[in-house]
């Protein structure tokens, strides 16, 4: 799963990410430089985002998604394929 840092979010003490994990979510990973913590969020795409989902670019911002849950590394690298 690749995660890209919109420009305002780089260099900053707490960067957060994102990552489109097939049609149906977006992962948020945010990483704490301060303490080296890391926690994931997902969110659910639904039809009616479909329009900005189509043409979104990690990189230009924040996706315009309200609702995340917390998930653990595990359950990212499932959604990824990569589950131990």
Known sequence: ????TPRENQGQIIEVA????GA?????????RSDRTTSYYR???????WEWYETYEPCNGEPPLREWTEIDEATVR???GDAE
């Open 24 to 32: 149906d979510y977006m992962i948020k990973r945010v990483h704490d």
């Open 18 to 21: 994102y990552a489109c994990a």
């Open 43 to 49: 969110a659910t795409i639904t039809e009616s985002d």
């Open 1 to 4: 799963m690749l995660f890209e």
């Open 78 to 80: 499932r959604m990824d």
